[in-house]
């Protein structure tokens, strides 16, 4: 059967070159005319846009124009200041659509013919203007004389004239550029309906000479299912092996964590406070004699119980003993006050009554919350973080918010071990890990622990504080 398809492959193996060079070529022509068509398009409305612009401009100097002398005739009648809003309106608006009227006609047979209609306009509105200002003063006869006059209904007419020619001259624009659309419209109409005729023979010779690979592409499927089942099985047995590597590693990173708290609590604890009682019975003994060294040994004492401070700050970090002694919820209370002085943020905790009954889950909710508020110090920049503790969907659910300013978790590099260790310490005890942020939004983490069967007195671990021993069992 392969002696059969051999040909046809070779056939379909000289040909793809053509048949995809063919598929480039009219796809380049369809792009082509279709662009063709819309700039052409593009170009012919925005041009009538432009036209429809300088007749709005032309139609409103005329209809400030004339609402400012209706304007004034009601001003004039009454003598109530109210009428003359359109004046003041017509001062306003009039030299911003006399600039833009010559900015669109200027360089155009129309330049002349705008220039006059503004001189004009500015006149007529001068002369209103006037004429207000003679009304005020009392000046009967003047006004009178202006008004009766034929001076302003000259210059009123013209301007009228004016737009009017504009106006004519612009619809007839308008329509030349509709047609122009229309007629670039139909020509990528028919570009593209002929392009895509020619394309769908070329895609008919083709798909007939792509048939010879069926065949062996359904050879070469059942071959590729076996191999992936393969890998499949190769992948889940690696996994499995790795898990079980960073499941111990994990355990013996937390043991050694333990063990170095243990060292420093007992070794280090005790040469520090030997070393301040040595301090303090020295104080005593020179305090009365020499004033000099009695300062040096206070500052000595001072810097001890710094030393003794920090040694319980490492010890806490490396291996908390509240959440040994005194559980989930005091443990965490400790850390989240400890990091609110120290980092100078408003921090609210959220507790319920719901805890882990296994130490894992206790130890592994204990260091995603140091964790996420290491983070939060370090990168947040926020002021109000939020820690809460509950059950949901018969899961428990700690959740980490903070108003920071956030980030894009998918640009989040491989380097980020202490997130990466966050979801893998999470997802190794069979939860969930979530983390929800987005740049100025605030960043959530968010864990789900599933709910474990109360463990066995008998069987559970008993678990010490650093530098503590077990308490035997009574047999």
């Known amino acids: 059967m392969l002696r ?8 379909a193996s000289r040909n793809r070159g053509l048949a995809v060079g063919f598929a480039a070529l009219a796809a380049a022509a369809v792009m082509g005319v279709s662009e063709a068509a819309f700039w052409g398009a593009d170009e012919a409305l925005n041009k009538a846009q432009a036209r429809h612009e300088a007749r709005n401009d032309g139609l409103r100097l005329r209809e400030l124009l004339t609402d400012a002398e209706t304007a004034q005739r009601g001003y004039l009648l009454t003598g109530r200041d109210d009428y003359l809003q359109p004046l003041q309106l017509a001062t306003r608006e009039l030299p911003a659509v006399l600039s833009r009227l010559h900015g669109q006609y200027a360089s155009s047979e129309w330049e002349a013919l705008v220039a006059d209609a503004s001189r004009r306009a500015n006149e007529k509105l001068s002369e209103l203007q006037l004429v207000v200002k003679l009304y005020r003063e009392g000046s009967v006869s003047a006004w009178r004389g202006l008004v009766e ?8 007419q013209a301007v009228r004239d004016a737009v009017g020619q504009l106006d004519r001259h612009e619809l007839t624009q308008i329509a030349r550029e509709r047609d122009a659309v229309v007629r670039s419209l139909n020509y990528g109409r028919v570009g593209v309906h002929g392009l895509t005729l020619i394309s769908l023979f070329g895609l008919a010779i083709f798909l007939r000479r792509n048939e010879a690979l069926l065949a062996a592409r359904r050879q070469h499927a059942a071959e590729l299912a076996q191999e992936r089942d393969r890998l499949d099985r190769e992948v889940v ?6 898990t079980e590597l960073a499941r111990h590693l994990q355990t013996v990173r937390e043991d050694e964590r333990a063990h170095l708290a243990r060292e420093l609590h007992d070794e280090l ?3 520090l406070t030997a070393a301040k009682l040595d301090v303090a019975r020295i104080r005593r003994m020179t305090r009365t004699g020499a004033p000099e060294i009695d300062e040096r040994l206070r500052h000595m004492s001072e810097l001890l119980d710094q030393g003794i401070a920090l040694k319980r700050r490492i010890i806490e970090d490396l291996r908390p003993s509240a959440l040994s002694n005194l559980g989930l919820v005091p443990a965490l209370e400790i850390l989240t006050t400890e990091f609110a002085q120290r980092s100078g943020l408003q921090l609210t905790l959220e507790l319920t009554d719901t805890l882990p009954t296994h130490e894992a889950d206790r130890l592994a ?19 109000l973080v939020r820690v809460s503790l509950g059950e949901a969907d018969g899961s428990l659910q700690l959740s980490i918010r903070d108003d920071g300013q956030g980030f894009n978790p998918e640009t989040v590099g491989a380097g980020h071990h202490g997130l990466l260790g966050m979801r893998y310490r999470i997802e190794s005890l069979g939860g969930t890990l979530q983390l929800l942020s987005a740049p100025g939004r605030g960043t959530l983490v968010l864990a789900r622990l599933p709910r474990r069967p109360e463990p066995d007195p008998e069987s559970e671990p008993a678990v010490t504080a650093p530098g503590e021993l077990p308490q035997p069992t009574a047999s």
């Open 237 to 242: 047995r690696r996994t499995a092996e790795l």
């Open 149 to 156: 006059s034929d001076i302003g209904r000259e210059k009123m």
């Open 365 to 383: 909710l204990y260091r995603l919350v140091q964790e996420a508020l290491t983070n939060v110090m370090r990168h947040a920049k926020a002021r």
């Open 269 to 271: 604890g005790a040469l």
């Open 4 to 11: 059969h398809i051999n040909p046809w492959l070779e056939g």
